[in-house]
């Protein structure tokens, strides 16, 4: 189980820089350097927050560790979220862009599902 929860997690990381790279440059030719790296921040936060999340389960079903590690870690990975939306939310168009980044993980979860689909022949 192990092997395959790593190689969901480095999957969709990718997927999230490459696609989230690709839209933060267009923000930032479409709109302002600023909001182009609120939504990359956004990309960057939400692909370290999913492998965090993942190792830290991984490890903890494979060596029985209590939940006390998982609480924390969701509280830093909060935290670490929430601090950083604060800071964005003088601008309301580079929050509403950093959340849409953090959204877009699940766009990219998505996208790599069906691009490791075989079909169902």
């Known amino acids: 189980m192990e092997k395959c929860v790593s190689r969901l997690v480095y999957?969709?990381?990718k997927v999230n820089l490459i696609v989230g790279s690709l839209l933060a440059l267009l923000i930032m030719i479409l709109l302002?350097?600023?909001a182009g790296l609120a939504?990359?921040?956004g990309v960057l936060i939400s692909s370290i927050n999913f492998t965090t999340?993942?190792?830290?389960t991984s490890r903890m079903f494979s060596q029985n560790k209590s939940s006390i590690v998982v609480f924390i870690g969701y509280i830093a990975?909060?935290?670490l979220v929430s601090i950083i939306a604060i800071y964005y939310a003088k601008e309301p168009l580079?929050?509403?862009l950093f959340i849409t980044a953090l959204?877009?993980?699940y766009i990219s979860l998505v996208i790599y599902w069906f691009s490791k689909e075989?079909?169902?022949d």
């Open 11 to 13: 999957g969709v990381f």
């Open 32 to 34: 302002n350097f600023s």
């Open 39 to 41: 939504f990359l921040v």
């Open 53 to 56: 999340s993942g190792f830290i």
């Open 77 to 79: 990975r909060l935290a």
């Open 94 to 96: 580079n929050l509403m």
């Open 103 to 105: 959204v877009f993980h």
């Open 118 to 120: 075989k079909g169902s």
